[in-house]
């Protein structure tokens, strides 16, 4: 796994974050030093397709990246199931390609798909992860694919969304904020790291609170929601159809 040294250096233009080859590469490396609680939310998430999972039925993971999530899922639910790993970046579905076939994993079928999640059609499905996908689609369509999941979910099919989250009051805002800041130094990057990654992504993600996600899982129809995690600005949450 290399290293992610990707804003190590001044950038005289920091651009928009983009999933491409040079993320790719360091991918692995930069979400678990990014995000405080990723392995155990993907641990969880094994668990829960394990609960979920329905036999002769498609699980989604869209926004797939390299597939940690189809990996583990793959081992943990009934073989007669197809995953439908989805994502928008060629470097990562080409990589990802690579990964499925050198390990040659035992489990359910994996079907890779290069294409914009929110023109998947949702078919038949009793599991679906969004984790941390949902955020970097564009808050006004953000209703719209959580109703496609919904309307292709099967009864008792069951939703992980994660998030990185805001908050409405600006002091807990700046706690959080300052917090994970923390817990990145702690793993290793820089000031100029973490202010020039936060200038290329503040464009294209926007966190949204915790109320405003559960709000809208619920007036899209489903039936339980619970946030069954959450580390500084960081939450997962739970979504059943009734």
């Known amino acids: 796994m290399s290293q992610d040294d990707i804003y190590a250096l001044p950038l005289e233009n920091v651009g928009d974050f983009q999933f491409d080859r040079r993320v790719v590469d360091v991918f692995p490396d930069m979400i678990s030093r990014s995000v405080p609680g990723y392995g155990s939310i993907l641990s969880m998430i094994g668990e829960l397709a394990q609960q979920y999972a329905v036999a002769d039925t498609n699980i989604y993971d869209l926004g797939c990246s390299l597939g940690a999530a189809t990996r583990i899922i793959s081992r943990r ?16 579905i080409a990589r990802l390609r690579e990964l499925l076939a050198a390990e040659a994993i035992q489990g359910c079928e ?69 917090l994970h800041h923390a817990f990145k ?32 899982l619920a007036d899209v129809g489903f039936a339980t929601v619970v946030p069954w995690f959450q580390c500084f600005n960081f939450t997962s949450i739970l979504a059943v159809k009734g």
């Open 77 to 92: 639910v009934p073989s007669s199931c197809t995953i439908q790993a989805v994502d928008s970046s060629s470097a990562m």
């Open 110 to 178: 994996v079907a890779l798909h290069e294409a914009d999640l929110a023109a998947v059609p949702i078919d038949r499905a009793s599991f679906v992860v969004l984790n941390f996908t949902l955020q970097f689609v564009p808050a006004a369509e953000r209703r719209s694919v959580l109703q496609t999941i919904f309307d292709g979910m099967l009864p008792g099919g069951a939703l992980i969304l994660s998030e990185k989250i805001s908050f409405d009051d600006p002091q807990e805002q700046l706690r959080l904020t300052e």
């Open 185 to 216: 130094r702690a793993n290793g990057y820089s000031e100029l790291e973490i202010a020039q990654k936060r200038t290329a992504l503040e464009k294209m993600m926007v966190p949204e609170t915790l109320a405003t996600h559960r709000t809208r």
